[in-house]
DNA sequence: GTTCCGATGCTT
DNA sequence: AGCATCGGAACG
């Protein structure tokens, strides 16, 4: 998904780093105690967005990606500002802060991210190398064992756009 | 440069 | 109680 265009109404930016989420046996993912009313959406078809509320303040979006019953998703962690943001990079620095910039709430939870049809989806954008692609752990799942260290957050090497926390634990 | 802390509310 | 965050304060 990196260097695709996320778009919400007259915003978008350029994905630039993201996070994946594997499925119920992820130690980190909020499918691994199962089905429940916040992750629902996590076990239907892929190309439908997850929001959810973060530590009762930013709501953080995803994308679904497994298939029927297969809680995967991926968590989009840092844009590069395109449309209707400004030209700030700090402004959609961070998984808290791109929400807040393009107006994604909860309420664009469920939405399908394969078409122009819906408030929010996910649109063509950058064609991104794969060397120009860094790896490493993710960022704030420590209570997730070995899960924590799996390298399982990529990003644009070097985009200024990329969030702090995932700066300080590059690999 | 780093670490620590509070805000704030939904989930388990 | 814990949490897929952030900005600011304190410190080195």
């Known amino acids: 998904m990196l260097g695709k265009h996320l778009v919400a109404g007259d915003r978008a930016g350029i994905i630039v780093e993201t996070e994946a989420y594997l499925g119920s046996h992820d130690k980190a993912s909020h499918a691994r105690f ?37 809680p995967q998703a991926v968590l989009i962690r840092a844009l590069e500002p395109v ?28 939405l399908d991210m394969t078409g122009a049809s819906t408030p929010v989806y996910i649109a063509p954008g950058r064609r991104i190398s794969r060397t120009d692609i860094s790896v490493g752990p993710r960022v704030g799942v420590d209570y997730a064992g070995d899960w924590a260290s799996a390298p399982l957050r990529f990003w644009i090497a070097g985009h200024p756009s990329v969030s702090r926390g995932a700066r300080s634990k590059a690999a």
């Not at 429940?36 to 190309?47: E, K």
């Open 83 to 110: 449309r209707g943001i400004g030209g700030d990079v700090a402004v959609t620095r961070g998984p808290g802060k791109l929400t807040r910039a393009l107006g994604i709430t909860r309420s664009h939870s469920g």
């Open 34 to 70: 199962g089905r429940t009313r916040r992750n629902a959406v996590m076990f239907g078809h892929g190309g439908v967005s997850y929001v959810y509320l973060c530590y009762g303040m930013y709501d953080l979006f995803n994308v679904v990606t497994g298939r029927d019953g297969d």
